[in-house]
């Protein structure tokens, strides 16, 4: 915890709260990443620009960041095929649980869905356990 900033993730949580409101409040739309990728790929044409603008915006971040203070320096400590595999494993828990962390835990918990609140609480204990078994049982991190 050597590298917690409370004012940058405090300032982080609002930009995402005010884009999940502004996405909802002018479009209806939940700010659910996984369903705004996979909106990309298949829908109307209206459909897919704004979710390509959307998208933009998450990529320009940074690039506006920068333009401000200094990026953190990003450092992937660990093999490449396992941190494929985790990509691939968090995709196929999306699919799998409806909806990702920012579709359920910012979004659907705000509107006090209890489909959201179930599954953001699954999300977590999955998390926490996969944690305890990879650091303190099977030693692989």
Known sequence: MDTFTPLAALIGGLLIGISAAILILFNGRVAGISGI????????????????????GLFASPIIYRLFAELPQLE???????????????????????GCTSGHGVCGIARLSVRSVVATLVFMAAAILTVYLTKHVFFLA
């Open 37 to 56: 990728l996979s909106g990309i790929l298949v829908g109307s044409k209206i459909e897919r620009r704004w979710r390509l603008v959307f998208v933009l």
């Open 76 to 98: 992937i400590s660990d093999h490449v095929g396992k941190v494929v595999l985790a990509g691939l494993l968090v995709g196929f828990g999306t699919r799998l649980g409806s």
